[in-house]
């Protein structure tokens, strides 16, 4: 029985229809209305809106699907074998995510169809899946519960519109993102070292060139920034090769870029400066989306994960391979300690995060279960610094 028909001139209910139900059936349509818009804002927020912004709804699908794949990718296996697992986690969740739209949407219509007509909750459901689903196997014939049908196959397809429009978008900025995560294969190694990289560069007489690679990446730092905090998603999508990871690329070139600035004798760098400087905002606005927990302002005496045995070991490399190295590596090593603090815990939390690759001075000290191959393959300081 409609909602209006049971409410005659005067206000009155009829003979034998509680009030009691007159008032559920507005509750119950005011509830589905309610579940409908906030899956609609929830899509907007994740798909159209340019910007960070939290949906409660998306995070709620990944997080679910992120417990599922944590058994399955156990830190008792084989990374390789975790890799090929956790290579399914961002599309699985992609997918069900309009898929929660989908049946959110369908959940609220049933409510507001069972609330405004003639309906049983099987009734209800089956008119509902059908507008949404624009199947039109059943027909409505009150105008109010056409317009509720109109509207709940527009939402059906435009949802279905939003994922073809976002998947594209996603796609060219994970393919940008990656161009660069493969070409440091090349300068750096696999897994990437910044010590090799500098190793490489002076090898090949490229050491005058440096700015333009520091300017190349200080772009890249800016893209990924603004991909993957207005597409959340792109964080967790795997390179193709298991070897590879955006997270260990960027803590890659952030320490060459420090060494470069605070241990090479190659003069000022400050391109350098502003790539390391670009380096630590993208990944604290990263960080801080995903409610990783971090010091936006460090001392730059605060603690680092490299020691300075490890960074002696790196200058000696560095030194035998002909690179220039300045001769006080105490203040060297101040110097870059200083910088390696303003990314240091945000670096080794979204290795973490994202189960990266073994990687030196990043995920290898990310989390207890990331150790080195059996093979391995070569071939805060402040901003016034």
């Not at 349509?29 to 899956?39: A, E």
């Not at 912004?53 to 058994?71: E, I």
Request: hydrophobic fraction near 45%; include cysteine.
């Amino acid at each position: 029985m409609p909602i209006l028909a049971c409410l005659p001139p005067g206000g009155q209910t009829e003979p034998g229809y509680p009030p009691d139900m007159v008032l559920a059936q507005v509750l119950v349509y005011v509830l589905g209305l309610l579940v409908v818009l906030w899956t609609l804002t929830s899509a907007l927020r994740t798909v159209v809106l340019p910007r960070s912004a939290v949906s409660l709804l998306a995070r709620a699908v990944f997080a679910a699907s992120r417990k599922l794949f944590d058994v399955m990718a156990h830190d008792r296996r084989q990374y390789e074998d975790r890799d090929r697992v956790m290579a399914m986690y961002a599309p699985v969740s992609l997918v069900l995510l309009p898929a929660a739209w989908l049946m959110l949407v369908l959940a609220g219509y049933m409510a507001m169809f069972w609330a405004t007509g003639d309906y049983d909750l099987s009734e209800a459901f089956a008119v509902s899946g059908s507008s949404l689903l624009t199947l039109g196997f059943i027909a409505v014939e009150p105008t109010g519960e056409r317009i509720l049908a109109f509207s709940e196959a527009v939402l059906g397809l435009g949802l279905v519109a939003l994922l073809i429009t976002f998947l594209p978008s996603m796609y060219s900025a994970f393919s940008r993102r990656e161009f660069a995560v493969a070409l440091l294969e090349v300068r750096a190694g696999s897994p990437p070292s910044a010590v090799e990289m500098l190793e490489r560069i002076t090898a090949i007489g490229w050491l005058d060139e440096l700015p333009g690679v520091w300017e190349r990446w200080e772009h890249w730092f800016t893209d990924v920034e603004e991909s993957h905090t207005s597409y959340p998603a792109l964080t967790f999508f795997r390179s193709p090769q298991p070897d590879r990871s955006w997270v260990v690329a960027a803590g890659t070139v952030l320490d060459a870029a420090a060494l470069t600035v605070s241990t090479l004798d190659v003069g000022p760098q400050p391109q350098a400066q502003l790539c390391i400087r670009s380096g630590f905002i993208a990944l604290g606005r990263i960080a801080t989306f995903f409610g990783i927990r971090f010091d936006p302002d460090p001392s730059p005496d605060d603690p680092i994960s490299v020691t300075r045995e490890e960074f002696d070991q790196a200058c000696n490399r560095l030194s035998e391979a002909g690179v220039p190295i300045r001769a006080d590596l105490d203040q060297a090593w101040r110097d870059w300690s200083g910088w390696r603090v303003n990314y240091d815990t945000v670096l080794l939390a979204l290795a973490e995060l994202t189960i990266a690759p073994y990687a030196p001075w990043t995920s290898d000290r990310s989390t207890p279960s990331h150790r080195a191959p059996k093979v391995r393959r070569w071939g805060r300081g402040r901003f016034s610094r």
